[in-house]
RNA sequence: GGUCUCGUGGCCGAGUGGCUUAGGCAUCGGUCUGCAAAACCGAGUACAGCGGUUCGAAUCCGCUCGAGACCUCCA
């Protein structure tokens, strides 16, 4: 299959040509949420870059199968309850069961991403529907002699594991083991360890923890990182294409998997590392500690002390898909109400488009030239920003025909559509905001509307400006927006 | 402290050696309109600072200042 998608690798730090394995297949898997509590919009950003490289993926061709997995158990926290993990924490806080706390924040988060459009994966596994994989990895990797057992957890052996494969740890994140020894800090069992680098592959469970599973050392849970390396290559392959999630989780989280899939046949695991980059709030990174968060609730309905308004799910979209994943990008209700008024252009032209009348020929536009960039700017590492400035030149354009500037072939007003539709919905994965309900009754509503609009213009047409004005006055008033054009008048509920 | 990334016009945000004054929002002027709105046309303001490499740098190198990420669960 012949790409000319270029992707920038993580692993590599350059951009380089995409080349699936087993074209037109491709497996992708992307770290997914730990649902011990409600996403947050930092979350959220993350999810949907990889549903715009999954969508484009799937536009260009590919068949993808997308893996993302839900972390519903074995990360441990670091506070005063150590080796106790985030979910039976929290459910011990809340007198739940961690299976219902699990299934609460899952459903809360497919219904956010359900509203930002995403599609679903896939494939969306649950470490603790793996815990026999996992065990069975950790076996593998001891047999390997690159674990250790110590008092019933099993930790990597990263010494072990540098000598075997040429100082491989540290691969990805640029990273070198003597550096991380001076900086380590006291964790629990730490003792364990032979070096304060290895990391766990099981843990002994406390008398106090919830979860846990019976394996050969011990009653405990998994460590954490084993869930992805065990859920990547068990539906993907011990050798796939892409890997993705947030930039915080280059380390250690992905060298860790690295280091857990090389450690049995010493080949790499994933071609191409994708990481996208954290958004921040004022400037400031998003933190619960600090306050500084925002809930994607609490964006829709505007109920918060960090933005003006309540901005719609498809305005953040947009705003995010405005920006390059790879770059920081920063919420804020100045830049939101930029990018709410650059998306109603958009599908303001969307909606002329539909009305467009073609001529003989086209002339004003090169659009043949405009698809290719539209093309090239998404082949470019997904540069959507690009993408969307190429697309306003559409825009002009489709505007510049409605007022007779310019003109446009039957044939390429199809294709003029079919772009435009297709990379605005499939590509982007935007869509028209909800129409505001008129009680049901939207022909009535119409008719009603066309009474009006029609002894308006009759009092404009015997220069009776006061009533026509008063007119639209008194419906700016219900929010309802006129626009005179040479047709007669059209109206919208803003 | 260590590793790394970034600093673009009023705001957001692309662009990585020699026309991109990308694009969106905002501002100003014009067209259209009875007046508006919308749309279209035009305009302006920029590359953190200093020094270096080069015929030429926002783009490469060095330093300074500033911001952020990771080093510990974290999208």
């Not at 901005?311 to 919420?331: G, I, K």
Request: with cysteine; hydrophobic share 35%; aromatic share 10%.
């Amino acid at each position: 299959m012949e790409s000319k998608l270029q992707v920038y690798n993580s692993l590599s730090g350059k951009k380089e040509i995409f080349k699936a394995i087993n074209a037109p297949h491709v497996g992708m898997y992307v770290c997914g949420p730990t649902v011990y509590s409600e996403v947050h919009l930092g979350n959220c950003r993350t999810f949907i870059s990889f549903d715009m490289i999954f969508r484009y993926l799937t536009y260009s061709g590919y068949k993808v199968r997308y893996v993302r997995n839900i972390t519903d158990a074995g990360h441990l926290e670091n506070d005063a309850d150590e080796g106790e993990d985030k979910i039976s924490k929290r459910a011990r806080l809340t007198e739940l069961e961690p299976m219902e706390i699990v299934q609460k924040y899952t459903l809360d988060f497919h219904n956010v991403l359900a509203l930002f459009n995403n599609r679903p994966p896939s494939i969306e596994p649950t470490a603790t529907g793996h815990i026999v994989e996992q065990i069975s990895l950790a076996e593998d990797i001891l047999n390997k002699g690159l674990a250790y057992e110590s008092n019933g957890s099993v930790y990597f052996d990263v010494d072990a594991y540098n000598k075997e494969y040429d100082g491989a740890y540290g691969e990805l994140s640029g990273r070198k083991v003597e550096d991380l020894l001076s900086n380590t800090r006291a964790l629990d069992g730490q003792s364990e360890k032979r070096n304060p680098a290895d990391f766990a592959l099981w843990k002994k469970a406390s008398p106090m923890h919830i979860m846990r599973w019976k394996s050969p050392w011990s009653d405990g849970f998994p460590g954490w990182h084993l869930e992805c390396s065990v859920m990547s290559s068990k539906y993907l392959g011990n050798h796939f294409d892409i890997h993705g999630g947030g930039m915080d989780l280059k380390f250690p989280h992905h060298e860790c998997e690295i280091a857990q899939n090389k450690a049995l046949d010493g080949k790499k695991p994933v071609n191409y590392w994708l990481h996208t980059n954290m958004l921040t709030l004022n400037g400031q990174r998003m933190s619960k500690s600090t306050g500084n968060t925002l809930l994607p609730g609490e964006l829709f309905t505007g109920d918060n002390d960090k933005l003006s308004k309540a901005f719609s799910p498809m305005v953040v979209r947009f705003f995010m898909l405005q920006a390059h994943y790879r770059s920081s990008l920063d919420f804020s209700s100045n830049a939101l109400e930029a990018a709410e008024k650059g998306f109603n252009k958009l599908m303001d032209a969307l909606a002329v488009l539909n009305e467009l009348e073609a001529s003989e020929d086209s002339n004003g536009f090169e659009l043949n030239t405009w698809v290719e960039k539209l093309h090239a700017s998404m082949d470019d590492d997904f540069n959507t920003p690009v993408l969307i400035a190429n697309m306003f030149d559409g825009v002009k354009y489709i505007n510049s025909i409605k007022h007779g500037d310019a003109t446009i072939s039957s044939s390429d007003l199809e294709l003029l559509k079919s772009t435009l539709s297709a990379f605005i919905f499939e590509v982007l994965g935007l869509k028209p905001e909800e129409e505001i309900s008129t009680s049901g009754n939207d022909e009535l509503v119409n008719d009603l509307m066309q009474i009006i609009l029609d002894s308006r213009m009759r009092a404009r047409q015997s220069k009776d400006f006061a009533s026509a004005d008063r007119i639209r006055d008194l419906l700016a008033d219900l929010n309802i927006t006129l626009k005179d054009g040479k047709m007669g008048a059209e109206w919208e509920v803003k």
